[in-house]
């Protein structure tokens, strides 16, 4: 049975999960990693303002100006034909870099939960081993983002739990190619869906809380999102001797 298989079979397999379990061990465990979460978000937020940036330049650039007559309706036009050329590559590379990010956080929220001194390595997955891996799958995220949106919104509520599952299962198996990452992300978040989402509406609420903060406290609370994701696959695949493949980087199949 190769790896693919094992982490099927685990997920076909899953017991019962509770509700009320999920959103305590959420908080039990964001109290000791708050502050892992904060960095965390300010580099996605970070490299999404840099991003978004840098595409605004180049459609301006791109965009036709008369120094004379200043900005025309042809060049505004112009301007957003740009602008919706580039939103594509411009979601790509920010999926790309959340996910990396993302899963790093939850290498780290796993040495945390098991009382291990954390390497707090954010940009683990940015090496030149696992750029090529997390590209693909930060298109194949942007791809059915972008597509489940424009189809009247409602795929999207259905999509965005396996979608959400992408990060932790590379950062739980990364020796799996991206194919095999979508699938058992799809295949987890399928099976575990209804309580998926609830966990995340009622963390995305809590987070809310952070407005309270003048904005500013949202980079604290955001990260409550992340944790149910982790805490689910926690208890549906377990870790158990999946800390060995993140050093030698082979399939070995997990005993949890």
């Given at each position: 049975?190769?790896?693919?298989?094992?982490?099927?079979?685990?997920?076909?397999?899953?017991?019962?999960?509770e509700?009320?379990?999920?959103?305590?061990?959420?908080?039990?465990?964001?109290?000791?990693?708050?502050?892992?979460?904060?960095?965390?978000?300010?580099?996605?937020?970070?490299?999404?303002?840099?991003i978004?940036f840098?595409?605004?330049?180049?459609?301006?650039?791109?965009?036709p100006?008369d120094?004379?007559n200043?900005f025309s309706?042809?060049?505004?036009?112009?301007?957003?034909?740009?602008?919706?050329?580039?939103s594509l590559?411009?979601?790509?590379?920010?999926?790309t870099?959340s996910l990396?990010?993302?899963?790093?956080?939850?290498?780290i929220?796993?040495?945390?939960?098991?009382?291990?001194?954390?390497?707090?390595?954010?940009?683990?997955?940015?090496?030149k081993?696992s750029?090529?891996?997390?590209?693909?799958?930060?298109?194949?995220h942007?791809?059915?983002?972008?597509?489940?949106?424009?189809l009247?919104?409602?795929p999207?509520?259905?999509?965005?739990v396996?979608?959400?599952?992408?990060?932790?299962?590379l950062a739980e198996?990364?020796?799996?190619?991206?194919?095999d990452?979508?699938?058992?992300?799809?295949?987890?978040?399928?099976?575990?869906?209804?309580?998926?989402f609830?966990?995340?509406?009622?963390?995305g609420i809590?987070?809310?809380?952070?407005?309270?903060?003048?904005g500013?406290?949202?980079?604290?609370?955001?990260?409550?999102?992340?944790l149910?994701i982790?805490?689910?696959?926690?208890?549906?695949?377990?870790?158990?001797s999946?800390s060995?493949?993140?050093?030698?980087?082979?399939?070995?199949?997990p005993?949890?």
């Amino acid at each position: 049975m190769n790896h693919l298989e094992n982490l099927l079979k685990k997920i076909n397999a899953a017991k019962q999960l509770e509700f009320g379990n999920i959103i305590n061990d959420t908080i039990e465990l964001y109290k000791k990693v708050w502050l892992k979460g904060f960095l965390l978000m300010l580099l996605v937020m970070i490299s999404a303002v840099i991003i978004t940036f840098a595409f605004r330049l180049i459609g301006l650039a791109a965009s036709p100006f008369d120094i004379n007559n200043g900005f025309s309706t042809d060049m505004l036009f112009n301007f957003m034909s740009q602008n919706a050329i580039y939103s594509l590559p411009q979601t790509i590379l920010v999926s790309t870099l959340s996910l990396a990010f993302i899963a790093a956080f939850y290498r780290i929220c796993k040495q945390v939960d098991a009382n291990e001194n954390s390497s707090d390595d954010y940009f683990y997955f940015l090496n030149k081993d696992s750029f090529k891996k997390v590209l693909m799958l930060g298109i194949i995220h942007a791809t059915i983002s972008t597509v489940s949106q424009l189809l009247l919104f409602v795929p999207y509520i259905y999509a965005y739990v396996p979608l959400a599952y992408f990060a932790i299962v590379l950062a739980e198996n990364p020796d799996l190619n991206e194919t095999d990452i979508v699938k058992a992300s799809f295949a987890i978040g399928n099976k575990k869906w209804l309580i998926t989402f609830g966990c995340l509406f009622v963390t995305g609420i809590m987070a809310m809380l952070g407005i309270l903060a003048c904005g500013i406290g949202l980079l604290f609370t955001l990260p409550l999102i992340y944790l149910p994701i982790f805490l689910i696959y926690k208890e549906v695949v377990g870790f158990g001797s999946y800390s060995e493949i993140d050093e030698i980087g082979m399939g070995d199949n997990p005993d949890a």
